[in-house]
């Protein structure tokens, strides 16, 4: 290790040394060119940056790399030069990047007196037409407007004990260093006992479980391990945003099927109609956010059998498996013919309201494994050590602990679908997860943009609107989503205000 850090700290200080050198290697010692300044040996055990900073790490867990890659070859040197030459470093940049520069040195080079000029955000074209969350400017919306949040799906309350005091003796014990990539061995396991329960199918814990960070991780690392640019996947709208995105980011073509109130079933044909030549993978999310739709059997059979005949992927989303309320949840993968093609996603945050742990996972065979675990080795590479050991402990949870929960939310959701139409709102079915759609119209108001907005100004509640989660935003103007993830105090006052203040016109 201590060698491998050398070598590193090596490069870094070749490579600072040509791009202060105005793209040309550094002169020999002697004469020449001034060399820059030393940055000096780094200590063992410790981790240099490109600036140079000295930062301490586990000596034991960073991934391998060949012992080539150290050495800064005549291939790579001569990119770095072309890379220099084409886009010569200023002295000031060149002084931004020692670590020995200083505010004087910036000053001086740009003179103190002279105003800041803003710069064009920059983005790159795959994600020009994404712009901040919906979840992100409705929550601080909340903030400013002193409104009762019934936007983001995130509890107001806390998780169960048992699991906190799981994570608090992980971390006693010394559970802090990196994990292994895939999962610590003990959540595994219980991953596969809880998958073996819920859906019949019993799954390798080592070969076919890979924990990644928050169920949203599993997304992407699903996506850009296994779709290839110009790939085409078949989504529902409307769909959870962090879809669209990524795919965009793995340069597929998306297509949507659209799910229509009031009970947002799947159009068969049309669906049948749209999976072609191109198609890659379709992606599914049951219980369904942001409708609260459950998949029927007749619909995930039809599904499958469309996978089937035209070799697709199935990538499952079942984050709310646990909040069914009205049927069984059926897992794709336990369709029969479908394991072998299916990667379902799943995390701890929604079943045990602990959604800043960002524990989530995927199961998949070996074959589709390998390409998760390629991307997940490259995005986040391990999870949170100790949650890891504390969302083992809640997913071994006897089963009247997930009784208790549907039952608890069953009530916090007849209390919010009871108020929204006391309020005047027409209100959609809700059989799963802990959102409802309604439709606002009688509000007057002519989109869901437009009645949010007022909702959040003069009502003081916020909701979602949900012609975000839709590739023709039209199709979700008359709707708006709420969540009855809350405590029945916050429930209940949000209902009074839009009994009090709301008027249909």
């Not at 061995?185 to 998958?195: H, Q, T, V, W």
């Not at 229509?260 to 049948?272: A, N, Q, Y």
């Not at 208790?404 to 809700?430: C, H, M, Q, T, W």
């Amino acid at each position: 290790m201590w060698t491998q850090q050398f070598r590193r700290a090596t490069r870094h200080r070749l490579l600072y040394a040509i791009l202060t050198n105005g793209g040309n290697p550094p002169s020999p010692p002697g004469g020449g060119a001034t060399r820059p300044a030393r940055l000096g040996l780094p200590r063992p055990h410790a981790r240099m940056n490109l600036g140079g900073t000295l930062a301490a790490t586990a000596p034991r867990h960073e991934m391998p790399l060949k012992p080539s890659s150290f050495l800064l070859s005549s291939s790579l040197r001569r990119s770095l030069l072309a890379s220099v030459v084409v886009r010569k470093v200023s002295p000031t940049a060149a002084a931004a990047l020692s670590p020995m520069a200083s505010a004087s040195t910036v000053a001086a080079e740009n003179g103190a007196a002279k105003p800041t000029e803003t710069q064009p955000v920059q983005v790159a074209k795959r994600l020009e037409k994404f712009k901040t969350t919906i979840f992100t400017q409705m929550s601080m919306l909340a903030i400013k407007h002193g409104a009762i949040n019934l936007g983001q799906g995130f509890p107001n309350f806390d998780g169960p004990d048992f699991v906190k005091e799981a994570a608090i003796q992980a971390i006693n014990a010394g559970k802090n260093q990196y994990a292994r990539g895939y999962g610590v061995p003990e959540l595994n396991s219980a991953i596969a006992e809880r998958f073996l329960k819920d859906s019949g199918l019993q799954v390798d814990p080592e070969k076919e479980v890979t924990v990644t960070s928050g169920c949203t991780e599993a997304i992407a690392a699903t996506i850009l391990g296994l779709i290839n640019p110009g790939d085409e996947v078949i989504l529902f709208a409307p769909f959870y945003d962090s879809y669209e995105a990524t795919l965009s980011m793995a340069g597929a073509n998306v297509k949507a099927i659209t799910l229509r109130p009031p009970d947002f079933s799947v159009p068969l044909e049309e669906l049948k109609a749209a999976v072609s030549k191109n198609t890659r993978a379709i992606m599914i999310n049951t219980p369904h956010n942001p409708t609260g739709k459950m998949f029927t059997r007749e619909e995930l059979e039809f599904i499958a059998a469309l996978c089937k005949e035209n070799d697709v992927l199935l990538f499952a989303d079942e984050v709310y498996d646990k909040l069914a309320f009205e049927a069984d949840h059926i897992s794709m993968a336990s369709i029969p013919g479908m394991y072998e093609r299916t990667v379902t996603m799943n995390s701890l945050g929604k079943t045990f309201s602990l959604t800043g742990w960002k524990i989530g996972w995927a199961i998949a065979p070996p074959h589709l494994t390998w390409g998760v675990r390629q991307a997940h080795s490259f995005l986040t590479f391990a999870t949170c050590t100790p949650m890891q050991a504390a969302a083992a402990a809640a997913l071994r949870a006897p089963d009247s602990y997930y009784e208790e929960l549907r039952r608890d939310y069953g009530a916090k959701k007849a209390l919010l679908v009871n108020g929204l139409k006391d309020a005047g709102f027409i209100v959609y079915p809700s059989s799963g997860t802990y959102f409802i759609m309604v439709d606002h119209t009688p509000f007057g108001f002519d989109n869901d943009i437009e009645f949010c907005e007022y909702l959040i100004r003069e009502v003081g509640v916020v909701a979602i609107p949900p012609s975000v989660f839709y590739l023709n935003p039209e199709d979700g103007k008359n709707l708006v989503r709420f969540t009855f993830c809350k405590d029945d105090e916050t429930l209940r006052a949000a209902v009074e205000r839009m009994k009090t203040k709301l008027k249909k016109k």
